[in-house]
């Protein structure tokens, strides 16, 4: 059995119990955030959603703990492959041998003028230990239209999706082999400094430190004692000086380079931004 065809379907920032400080930076970063989510499993939550994608902010309210999301440092922390059909993505991992949970279901509600509605989704996760880097899951949408609405998806720094992921690793063979045998060989090819898993119009770069110190320099985060860790966003721009001015404005610093802007994991919350054109 194959695992169905899949795509990006969004990354995930943890802010633990910072949400309101992260909220209003991700605003002075130029994105366009949904409003405040509560998940039927504790957690909290601010999208910013692209075209087919998006990015999240979770976290937990003050009083609530999720030790899946607070036994993990701030930063990137969550990489969510889209799927129709979690049960079958449940049998393809378990034929391949990739250690998965069955399909969890919950809901959050989405305000609306009308009233609430429930978004309902239906997720098949890898257990935690699977990797130090973070959360690697899949996710079902039964309530598509609750979540990717136009109002939501025009960003003042003109992202329109996310092109890359970047995980550091000090073996990058390991987790692409774990890759490999999720996606298969033909989705899975060597790089230098590691590998690159290509998913739908995303690319997932493992790269060892030097590889990563090479692409982003002083803006690259830092281990935190793991051996793999999810370091970088790439993001697709409709204008690098739309986003260049929004940042200014947000009074965030930044490094232009001809085809990019990087954005250094302080004023992110732990993740380096590149804003590519």
Do not use: K
């Not at 695992?3 to 990006?8: D, F, K, N, R």
């Not at 060989?185 to 119009?201: M, N, T």
């Amino acid at each position: 059995m194959t695992l169905p065809l899949a795509t990006l379907d969004h990354v995930v920032v943890n802010v633990q119990h910072r949400m309101e400080e992260a909220a209003e930076l991700y605003r002075r970063l130029g994105f366009t955030l949904t409003p405040r989510g509560h998940h039927t499993l504790g957690s909290i939550n601010h999208l910013a959603v692209f075209g087919t994608d998006y990015l999240e902010l979770i976290g937990a309210p003050p009083d609530g703990a999720r030790s899946d999301l607070l036994g993990w440092p701030t930063g990137l922390n969550g990489l969510v492959w889209g799927t129709e059909d979690a049960d079958a993505v449940h049998a393809a991992l378990t034929l391949a041998g990739v250690a998965s949970s069955p399909p969890l279901s919950f809901s959050r509600p989405v305000e609306f003028a009308s009233g609430a509605r429930d978004a309902a989704f239906r997720t098949v996760r890898l257990p935690n230990d699977t990797t130090p880097a973070g959360r690697l899951y899949f996710c079902e949408h039964a309530t598509r239209h609750l979540v990717w609405r136009d109002e939501w998806r025009r960003h003042a720094n003109g992202t329109i999706g996310v092109l890359r992921a970047v995980i550091a690793a000090d073996d990058p063979a390991r987790l692409a082999g774990l890759f490999l045998r999720m996606f298969g060989p033909e989705a899975v090819a060597e790089i230098d400094g590691g590998h690159r898993l290509a998913v739908g119009l995303t690319s997932f770069d493992i790269v060892n430190p030097a590889e990563l110190t090479r692409r982003l320099g002083a803006a690259a985060p830092g281990a935190q004692g793991r051996s793999e860790y999810m370091a970088a966003l790439v993001l697709r721009t409709t204008s690098l000086d739309q986003a260049e001015a929004v940042l200014a404005n947000g009074d965030i610093p930044c490094s232009r380079e001809p085809h990019r802007l990087v954005v250094a994991p302080a004023h992110t919350f732990g993740v380096a931004l590149v804003f590519h054109s």
